[in-house]
């Protein structure tokens, strides 16, 4: 008689956290150095000094009545300004502070944004691999979720998928670039062609096609000619839904924003609806302390060299080791082809070698595993033998 | 297209706000010390001291990583622990730290709870006056919002009008005491007959009522033989939700908690309701350092003396002046009987006298207006004569 779809939900642990427990209670029987853990996208990397000493300084210069005091719905209309600048310097849009809309983190934008504009039985389409969180918040808003696989091996968008998926009830695409598990960042021509499709459709339903960007990953990138293209400079009716748990190893502090394009002739409805669904769903405004401080720090990232160093040493040994598997551009996962048909029996087999991997089916890609590389890299230099040993009993390389 | 109740619900300003707004552009324009603003419930004590220290002391002592980065969805065990230990030491309960989940604040504590018991067409049951957003957050959950008149004069419960709204539909009723906006305390016995009530209803229907204690303003009552009733101790059945927004003067950092009694049959199903409630609405976690903060702090409260004086103050003058109001036992507000029927043209007239109220119909009390006394002692006494000239208006006193 509760209410059974979210005891379920409460119940059944994602497959992550499922592995990430077997791994705390493994590493208690075997030690902490025995056991390989690749499951859990938690940044390894500290928040940057920097962090911590605009917090104190904040702590001990500011009004704690004003520094801890409801800011309004929206969030500071200062910190909004400042961000809402930061972002047309670096990709020449015309927000302003009204544009934007400070959270609790990506998963409050995501559901805000998704009970903003989501109606019963609207739909939202998902290119697989996807983070699975996205088909708890549609379905929780009350959309049907629609998955579509991208390209095998480079995972690159498919656009014959996304086109046939495209009904008159499509409301909207999430995308997730750098991806989260393959690590894929979709190039300026898929962005593109993305948004002409989404453009016709638009125009063919009449029935505006929203294109929400996920992108916690955003400043995760390792190498100088990667460019994450800016949704919204290629398609107005697009949602940024931006968070510094990565970019600023603050994921446990929940502080993010919602930008929305004020070039679109619904707006001014569209944040209001924002605004709504940020109050029936109870978050009333993000954490003041860390406002203020993302009003500081919003140029800085943490140090991901760390991250750079992980991903080309470990992709380097998966594919020596006779793996497949494409070099991720961002975020800090890898998602390996399944040597077998089965990627859970795959991950089982890899528990074996007290390898911790993720299998990709709740990714929406069967055949798949994610191994998380925000990781001290001597675990990993500790891990290559279990590898190759895991490579060996599949006959590869 | 879109989601046509949050656009709404994010066009509409409460009342509150709009006044708070108002305030604002009319101190502006004539001074901030003109304008009498007795509309929102912002704690002007600062937090206490300690919460500045402990804060900078957990930044400059924790390890980053494990500080800012994720805790369980339900928080982190070792502050859950602190807080259930120091639950039962006050109020004699046996929860322990898996009774408790931590969240960003009394509002999402509820959006949680009701998302965990509700389903489409049950109902809420509240006294009425109450805080105006149970109505939003139980509309969104699914729910049917039924307000019940309290005793005229002494807004005690009226157990007569809440049995006649019990229906086997019924799935909740929440109270708020110290209330906002009456500041009345329910007495002892007033939980014991509530609470007989609700066994009695549940037992005829076979379908548990819950009693839902939103305690944002439990530590704050300003006379030595006021005693808040502990739900629980009272009704096993009820789920306490907990906020230090009030009792340390933190609103804008969003830290509170749910708390579930461990002696009921379908416990782990309400709990793993709440687990799955919170993931669904994309709250993830309560933000860690003020989870770590909480663990060190959870037994001081801010310097309520000034709110004490300010009520003894305000209260004194209004009674002085013919108004009629009762002495609030707790809380920040008064809730003063109109002097003429429309609480609204009440309330328009005294903003000719730059007097700052809001009518009580969100409240679900017409005829009544809130005062909010958690403002400067200097405002009050600067308002005075204003709200003399108010009560002369209307001929009082």
New interface residues.
């Given amino acids: 008689?509760?209410?059974?779809?979210?005891?379920?939900?409460?119940?059944v642990r994602s497959s992550i956290r499922e592995l990430f427990e077997y791994g705390k209670k493994r590493k208690a029987e075997i030690g902490e150095d025995n056991v390989f853990d690749f499951s859990i996208g938690?940044?390894?990397?500290?928040?940057p000094e920097k962090?911590?000493d605009a917090?104190?300084e904040i702590?001990?210069t500011y009004?704690?009545?004003l520094?801890?005091?409801?800011?309004s719905a929206q969030g500071d209309y200062s910190v909004r300004k400042t961000l809402a600048d930061y972002i047309n310097s670096r990709f020449g849009t015309g927000l302003n502070a009204d544009c934007l809309y400070l959270t609790?983190?990506a998963?409050?934008?995501?559901?805000?944004v998704l009970?903003?504009?989501?109606?019963e039985g609207d739909e939202i389409i998902t290119p697989a691999p996807f983070f699975p969180?996205y088909r708890?918040?549609t379905?929780?808003a009350g959309g049907k979720f629609i998955s579509v696989k991208c390209k095998e091996q480079s995972f690159a968008l498919d656009f014959n998928a996304i086109e046939s998926a495209i009904t008159p009830h499509t409301?909207g695409v999430i995308i997730n670039s750098p991806n989260n598990p393959s690590g894929v960042v979709y190039s300026e021509n898929d962005i593109k062609t993305l948004a002409a499709l989404l453009e016709k459709y638009s125009l063919k339903y009449g029935?505006?096609i929203y294109l929400i960007a996920d992108e916690p990953y955003r400043e995760l990138v390792y190498d100088k000619d990667t460019k994450v293209p800016f949704a919204m400079n290629y398609y107005p009716r697009s949602i940024v839904c931006y968070s510094y748990s990565k970019s600023l190893?603050?994921?446990?502090?929940?502080i993010g924003y919602i930008a929305v394009n004020n070039q679109i002739s619904?707006f001014s409805?569209?944040?209001?609806?924002?605004?709504?669904?940020?109050?029936?769903?109870?978050?009333?405004?993000?954490?003041?302390?860390?406002?203020q401080l993302i009003k500081k720090v919003y140029s800085v990232t943490s140090d991901i060299s760390v991250y750079k160093r992980n991903r080309d040493r470990l992709y380097g040994a998966l594919i020596d080791y006779g793996f497949s598997v494409i070099k991720p551009d961002g975020a800090f996962y890898m998602f390996v082809k399944s040597p077998e048909p089965d990627a859970k029996a795959f991950c089982e087999r890899a528990k074996k070698h007290e390898l911790l991997i993720v299998a990709g089916d709740d990714f929406g890609c069967e055949g798949y595993a994610r191994m998380s590389y925000c990781v001290a890299p001597e675990m990993i230099e500790r891990a290559l033998p279990a590898l190759k040993k895991l490579a060996e009993s599949y006959n590869l390389g």
């Fill in positions: 008689m509760l209410n059974e779809k979210n005891v379920q939900l409460g119940k938690n940044p390894s990397v500290p928040a962090v911590k917090l104190i702590l001990n009004d704690p009545v520094l801890h005091g409801y800011t609790c983190g998963a409050a934008s995501l559901t805000i009970n903003a504009i989501l109606n969180e708890v918040f379905q929780n409301k029935n505006p190893s603050l994921p446990g502090e929940r619904e409805d569209l944040y209001a609806g924002i605004c709504g669904a940020g109050r029936a769903l109870g978050f009333v405004c993000a954490p003041n302390l860390f406002q």
